[in-house]
């Protein structure tokens, strides 16, 4: 877990936000929020790692997610290139560790990682080179910091009282590398009420564990929430009859304005997109007064660039002690 | 239509050529004019749109004319990414508004569109944000304006005197953005003679409605011809049965040095590219001494540059009255 | 084969190695070397290049030589654009000369090109515009001069003695445009012991017009050689029955700890990869202590920005005599 940490206890790569303390979030938070009013300047530029090179290495497509990344580094000056693969059908994935050699062989600086399989970040990250440092865009169901860190950002901007807040996590928690990071961040930061709300076949297996509490109902789970997440849904969970159909998950689990009633007055609703128009939350909910979900989109580039940005000030001499 | 003009009258949007005065034409040649000599340049480079965002959003796949943007806006210096997605298939387009929503979200300056939707690009221009501007590289069978501006600019190195040009455009006039958006742009520029020459059932439905004049015999239409414009052929007209084959199509509408003799000695030969060798063009006269086609395209990168640039400053809040 | 040189004998495109001299060569490993700090520094950029713009124009889809030559064209701060097409079918190419015609006219100032023709780099720097110079990455079992010019680069760093190399080069050198180039590079640097060990089915036609020496042993052939260079194995060629099976290739040909015994004391191991682990070469040989595959790579970033830089810089008008 400590992979990710250098000596002084220092971001050297980003693979999960689990087992990162509440004062490494809050400084990365900090940064974030220091890059904000970069982006509504005409010039969005800084020059921060001008001549550094970064390497999108996505072994699974998303144009989505790539572009987020892509942005933050050419904001921060960076070199960016673009790496599509197929993962390798291998079990231990020798073929893309050969990839990974040989782009690093090439001076790559950071490389952002997306790869179907649980825990490929921290592989990579174990087999790489010491110039250069592994930023995970998620693998597998295992975890997407990332995302979990533009949630608190999103969250803290709007209610920073987090030893207060009642957030509730809804869908399909089972599969989502989302949840599993939001969850481990917002714990890390203070977040003692967090509920998790999945139809039976959508529920993590020991939500205990993890020290949530799990709801079937969806007006119980969301009662009285600050934050209500809503994940996106997979239409493949529907082959594997998992949901019985579209509109029987929007009628249990779907975020709308009359499903939402129970939560509290002022809470804000999210959604790491893309959504599901009318299936885990209606249009009018995801483009209404109290969603934050474009709020989202516009805080993940400043918190990439804040992530790449101390990963990359972590690693120069003059800041090693 | 004024959707793509600010209050002032300037350029906000460069959505259609339909509506757009002489004055302003005639303002963005000159621009592109003013950006003639950079490409001549070691360093083709101008710092206007440093720290700037433009995204080509293309619904539609088109390698050739996506470079064309992204080389103009990185001749500006802008950052550019490319984002190639399929359309949506819902008739109101709802997702594709949804990856507008979530790009704009990213302060994004600039989106150029490509759809297969008429309307499209005016549908994208009404839900932007006011930070962004769109740029129509292809709408459906509506616009594409740049490319009409380009081939006016092209002729106005050749034939300034527009009020005095007899044009020919010659070809599939029925399925063309390229045919509609260089009819608005000329009419703009005070030419009078146009002429429209297509076999009946590739035939615009109402050519006196846009005061042009219509012609299902080559030597007729083109006959006098300054300029001789031809369309490219889909070949999916002829699985539409719209024509009967590539060899009679050339030889009643192709572009040869024999059937180009009843146009003026000084003729220039037009072609928004790529050619179809030998069906709509031969090769000797795409590449022969008469031809422009090659002009076209890197008077292209000038124009593009031009309304780029106008677009970004005018929205310059010192530029606001 | 003079048509990459210019009326000083100097580069105008790299086309192939044939034909090259010592001395030309030496100034480009020279140069290369040259470049190799650049790589080391936190600011990886130079600014040779700045404001000119470079197209990768791949008729064959290869994102890993893509990625080098994109990396390569950043370093020297470059404007890189890449262009994927699918070759044209045509016997003599015409669709091709188009693309090459419509994107010069967009003032390109080098194409890197690799094609599945032989001949294609030529044949398209026989039509290039005088402001164009074409880079070769390979077209079909002809050249791949950037590759045999790292090769000899990163020889020359380990043994610098060329006239005392015994070089061998194991596999299928049939097919392979690498092997072709490597023949000549290293004979222009004066090395005279090259021996070429293959199957029968996989040797070239004539091995002593190149004044190579041909060996279907792997023993004999590596004996006391300096240098042992595998090729990578096509999967085709088994399909093809060019060979009977990956793993009979790998008993006679593959280099592995015990195959590798003959060889000289002070061996270094190459591959141009990406390496079919357990066929051409283990693992452990791969990354071993002799290896020197990953150096390859590395070199190969700095050994194309030279080329790069040379070609750009001859075209300068300062620089014409």
Chains 1, 2, 3 share one sequence.
Do not use: W
Not at 128 to 137: C, M, P, R, Y
């Amino acid at each position: 877990m400590n992979l990710q940490l250098d000596e002084q206890g220092r971001l050297r790569h980003l693979l999960t936000t689990e087992g990162l303390s509440g004062a490494l979030v809050s400084e990365i938070l900090d940064t974030a929020e220091s890059f904000i009013p970069v982006g509504d300047q005409a010039v969005k530029n800084v020059p921060l790692l001008r001549g550094r090179t970064i390497v999108n290495l996505f072994f699974e497509p998303s144009t989505r997610t790539r572009t987020t990344f892509e942005l933050a580094a050419k904001r921060l000056s960076a070199d960016v290139l673009n790496f599509q693969m197929e993962g390798s059908s291998k079990a231990k994935g020798e073929d893309d560790l050969d990839t990974l050699y040989t782009l690093q062989a090439m001076q790559v600086d950071m490389f952002v990682i997306r790869h179907r399989a649980n825990g490929a970040a921290a592989h990579f990250a174990r087999h790489a080179a010491s110039h250069v440092s592994i930023l995970n865009a998620g693998d597998g169901t295992n975890a997407h910091p990332t995302q979990a860190l533009l949630d608190a950002f999103t969250i803290r901007r709007h209610k920073p009282d987090f030893a207060r807040l009642k957030v509730a996590i809804v869908g399909d928690v089972l599969h989502s590398r989302v949840a599993q990071s939001n969850i481990h961040c917002l714990k890390a930061l203070g977040v003692t009420d967090i509920r998790i709300v999945a139809p039976p076949a959508l529920m993590m297996e020991n939500p205990r564990a993890l020290d949530v509490t799990p709801f079937h109902d969806l007006a119980t789970g969301i009662r009285d929430a600050n934050v209500v997440m809503a994940l996106r849904l997979q239409h493949e969970r529907m082959h594997e009859r998992k949901i019985e159909s579209l509109e029987r998950y929007r009628a249990e689990y779907g975020l709308t304005h009359d499903s939402l009633a129970p939560a509290a007055a002022d809470v804000i609703i999210m959604h790491p997109g893309p959504i599901n128009r009318g299936v885990e939350i209606d249009e009018d909910v995801a483009y209404g007064p109290r969603s934050v979900i474009l709020e989202q989109v516009s805080n993940g580039i400043a918190v990439r660039m804040a992530v790449m940005a101390m990963i990359i000030r972590n690693r120069e001499p003059s800041n090693i002690a």
